[in-house]
């Protein structure tokens, strides 16, 4: 049975120094009122999709608005959800 060739060890080189150890720059965490924030806008989009459906638009205001209620309503959810990326 043949057997396989070895591997030839590899060149050590020697690292070339560095010439700046700066550490990268950490971003601070999150001022308290920022989960608020996140929340509130959660809240206030569910909230607005809720008075328009069990009102059926007869709220003063969204009557004439129409179906731009269910996308004002799931914008306040997005804008939630891309604060809530930047949360640290």
Do not use: C, D, H
């Amino acid at each position: 049975m043949p057997e396989s060739r070895r591997r030839k060890p590899k060149k050590t080189t020697v690292a070339a120094p560095q010439t700046s150890t700066r550490a990268p720059k950490r971003r601070p965490p999150s001022p308290p009122w920022f989960g608020g924030l996140i929340l509130a806008f959660f809240l206030i989009g569910i909230a607005y999709l809720l008075v328009y459906y069990f009102s059926n638009g007869g709220v003063l205001g969204m009557e004439s608005l129409g179906g731009w209620n269910i996308l004002i309503g799931f914008g306040f959810v997005v804008v939630g959800l891309a604060v809530s990326t930047q949360w640290r």
